[in-house]
């Protein structure tokens, strides 16, 4: 698979598997949760609430990762492990980007002062448990 199809299917991938997790660093061991994410060009962003022991651990050790994809039918499913420094975004333009109506249940609304973006940049993408060739590694 070339770079170019490596990348188309990456993309399809992340934006077809919202749900995935994220996994932070908290006492030198991984901490790991489920998390929605959107996509822009391989970029992730998830929304949360500036008070969570996930905002902490970040603050501590930005690398992450984040796994989206498996659809859960065993063998043969592909999906997308993803190595990144997260960033912490808290202007109104992403914040208002982001916003949909099933956060309301967690946050007063997009101008919430605890509503936060965890902006994550890859450092690598790779395609796991495709047919062939497994993994590939899609360079950044």
Same mark, same amino acid.
């Given at each position: ?17 919202? *749900?995935?997790? &994220? ?40 690398? *992450?990762?984040?796994?989206?994809? %498996?659809?859960?039918?065993? %063998?043969?499913?592909?999906? *997308? ?16 980007? &982001? ?7 967690w946050f007063k609304g997009k101008d919430d002062?605890?509503?936060?973006? &965890? ?7 790779? &395609? ?13």
């Amino acid at each position: 698979m070339s770079q170019e199809e490596l990348k188309s299917t990456v993309i399809e991938i992340l934006e077809n598997n919202k *749900v995935g997790t &994220l996994a932070t660093v908290k006492n030198d061991k991984p901490h790991s949760r489920y998390m929605t994410f959107f996509n822009e060009n391989l970029k992730l962003y998830t929304a949360t609430d500036k008070d969570t022991h996930k905002a902490e651990e970040i603050e501590k050790n930005p690398y *992450v990762h984040i796994l989206l994809g %498996y659809q859960g039918d065993g %063998y043969g499913d592909s999906y *997308v492990e993803v190595e990144g420094k997260a960033y912490i975004r808290e202007d109104q333009e992403i914040k208002d980007k &982001l916003w949909n109506d099933h956060m309301k249940p967690w946050f007063k609304g997009k101008d919430d002062p605890d509503y936060i973006v &965890l902006e994550i940049t890859p450092s690598a993408v790779r &395609l796991m448990n495709a047919k062939e060739n497994s993994p590939q590694t899609l360079e950044l």
